[in-house]
């Protein structure tokens, strides 16, 4: 079935330093894709998106990569601070049925940012 | 603009029981879906709502339903809980019916255990 996967369960990263999360995901026909960010008590956090008409796509401090030859997405994440620590998500979205509604999340990557 | 809230934010329940959890979309959004959070499998999608109508359902069984009043609130249902059903379900709105983008934002969740 479709399924969205991740290549690295944990990310420990030292704060300045950039960060580089990865997602890879099984169904050709995604036409979109998310990254959320999700802290301890909180629902997950939109933090930017893609179409798959592109490759690239730029947040404030966070770049968002799709190759769709590889059903490979990754979110760069510049000059990593404290506050950037939590559980990030990729999630695709196939218009399945006809609905944009159910996006299909990938296990998580949690990211610690040592001081 | 006010965020997606939902009610209630915890809840202790029993085997057997039924619940009703609540979420009110960001205002003039009119799509809702309802996802389950666990551990082990990550985040699900449950449900999405639009104008009142479910548009697509998750691999769910049937004593997971919802519905969407005219007023975009929504409520999900889970009926002779089970333990397993323990998960901290989350709620989230989009705005643009079937038009891109179809970012989703999420609410805070209810977090659901059952005894």
């Known amino acids: 079935g479709e399924s969205v996967g991740l290549h690295l369960p944990t990310l420990s990263v030292q704060e300045g330093d950039n960060s580089i999360i990865n997602c890879a995901y099984s169904n050709s026909a995604s036409d979109y894709f998310i990254w959320y960010k999700q802290e301890s008590g909180k629902g997950p956090q939109f933090i930017i998106d893609?179409?798959?008409?592109?490759d690239k796509r730029q947040g404030q401090r966070v770049t968002v990569l799709l190759n769709k030859t590889v059903k490979h997405l990754s979110l760069q994440i510049a000059a990593t601070q404290p506050g950037d620590s939590a559980v990030y998500f990729c999630a695709e979205n196939s218009n399945y049925g006809g609905s944009q509604g159910n996006l299909i999340f990938g296990k998580g990557t949690k990211l610690s940012v040592k001081p | 603009k006010a965020g997606v809230t939902q009610t209630p934010r915890y809840l202790i329940k029993t085997r057997g029981q039924q619940v009703t959890l609540s979420c009110s979309p960001i205002?003039?959004?009119?799509?809702v879906s309802w996802y389950q959070q666990t551990p082990g499998q990550g985040l699900q999608f449950l449900f999405e709502y639009f104008s009142e109508t479910q548009r697509n359902k998750g691999n769910f069984p049937g004593r997971f339903s919802g519905r969407q009043f005219s007023n975009s609130r929504s409520e999900m249902n889970v009926s002779t809980l089970e333990l397993g059903d323990s998960a901290l379900y989350l709620c989230a709105s989009r705005g643009r019916g079937r038009a891109f983008p179809y970012e989703q934002y999420f609410g805070p969740g209810t977090r659901l255990t059952v005894t």
């Open positions: 893609i179409r798959s008409n592109m």
């Open positions: 205002s003039g959004h009119r799509s």
